[in-house]
């Protein structure tokens, strides 16, 4: 299968990065090293291009209305600029996704041909879910008889996280002039903005735990873009982006929960706070079934205390050597210089503190439940 590529694939070579396929996507998976891009993240700025994550946008009269069916949390709560984190999810309340939803302004859908201001959307889905997305997110808007566009824009926006301790003054600085001042943005928010003459969606999210944006620009924008920042912010790749999200506890669609490996809810994901009952959405009755019942099995951080390295599908074992568990997510630190893991545990095992074991190459090394964030 031939991979799709981002818009600055061979700029990217140029620079020495090594790739990786992720997602049906090559992409950068290090320019550097994981350990030193890693750090720049965590001290002072780093960029990274995340064009392979999917943009789905939704606009008509009915739009609010489909978003919210098919996403858990309450979109009706979210004014112009506005961002919320939900999953999405099937009958029986496992999620095939997670996403963040973006209100756009209303203005939005006069590219939809619209004669008034409509509700707008913009949703992301995780690399190489973007065609599944677009086709669930049609299919139930014609069964019901809902009025609104829903366009796969994947191919026609880039997308980069500057993200870092110095990551609010560099977006800001490299805002045209009679831009607004971003640094004004709150935690999930975002507006559009020009960077190098190109009209941006800047967002105030990321997957890294420090502060700092995703901007969306047009396709052939990317490159003058990328220009702004790659001087003063250093190229990252998924490898970093993949430590820094671990040390933060943050899930990883496709291996911390996929729907047929490792099919878990969003309590089960302790993703609960995505979960808003009062609405009405695909899998809401199984949900709160569960949130009565409770869960068997939930989502934790666990840290090594002898020497090794947690790697995915290798067991958890308790005290007495029985298998009750796997390693969704392990690496080793390169914040905290030690090896942590994510995985699911039964609930009667997840007190932090509770001793089990990881088998790393057929030896049981010692460890115990942790909170995320790891310290």
């Not at 959307?121 to 609104?148: I, K, M, Q």
């Not at 302790?270 to 079934?289: K, N, W």
Request: with cysteine; aromatic share 8%; hydrophobic share 40%.
């Amino acid at each position: 299968m031939t991979l799709r590529k981002p818009p600055l694939r061979e700029i990217h070579a140029e620079r020495g990065a090594t790739f990786t396929e992720f997602g049906g996507w090559d992409m950068p998976v290090e320019f550097d090293s994981i350990r030193a891009e890693h750090a720049a993240v965590r001290e002072d700025a780093g960029i990274f291009d995340v064009s392979h994550m999917g943009e789905i946008v939704v606009a008509g009269p009915d739009a609010t209305t489909l978003v919210q069916r098919l996403t858990t949390n309450d979109v009706t709560e979210l004014d112009a600029g506005d961002a919320q984190y939900a999953a999405i999810t099937r009958e029986d309340g496992v999620m095939l996704d997670d996403t963040v939803v973006y209100r756009l302004p209303d203005e939005a859908g006069d590219d939809f041909g619209r004669d008034d201001p409509v509700p707008a959307y913009l949703f992301v889905p995780n690399a190489g879910h973007d065609t599944e997305s677009h086709e669930r997110w049609v299919d139930y808007r014609d069964d019901h008889d809902l009025d609104c566009e829903v366009r796969n824009v994947t191919e026609d926006w880039a997308m980069f996280a500057v993200q870092g301790p110095a990551a609010p003054d560099l977006v800001a600085g490299a805002v045209d002039d009679g831009g607004p001042d971003v640094r004004g943005l709150s935690r999930f928010s975002a507006a559009f903005a020009p960077l190098s003459g190109a009209e941006c969606w800047v967002a105030r999210t990321g997957y890294t735990g420090e502060d700092g944006f995703e901007i969306l620009c047009p396709w052939d924008a990317a490159g003058d873009v990328w220009d702004l920042f790659v001087d003063d912010a250093a190229p990252c790749g998924l490898g970093a982006r993949d430590t820094l999200r671990m040390e933060k506890g943050f899930l990883l669609s496709g291996q911390d929960f996929h729907p047929e490996d490792e099919p878990r809810t969003p309590y089960e994901a302790d993703i609960g706070f995505v979960v808003d009952l009062d609405t009405e959405f695909v899998g809401r009755d199984a949900l709160a079934e569960q949130a009565e019942t409770g869960v068997e099995e939930t989502f934790v951080g666990i840290e090594l205390l002898d020497r090794g390295v947690p790697r995915h599908g290798y067991d958890i074992t308790d005290e007495d050597g029985h298998v009750v568990g796997a390693v969704t997510s392990g690496t080793m630190s390169p914040s905290l210089d030690k090896p942590i893991a994510l995985g699911y545990l039964p609930v009667d095992l997840t007190d932090p503190g509770t001793e089990v074991n990881v088998v790393v190459r057929a030896r049981e090394k010692r460890a115990k439940v942790v909170t995320v964030p790891f310290e």
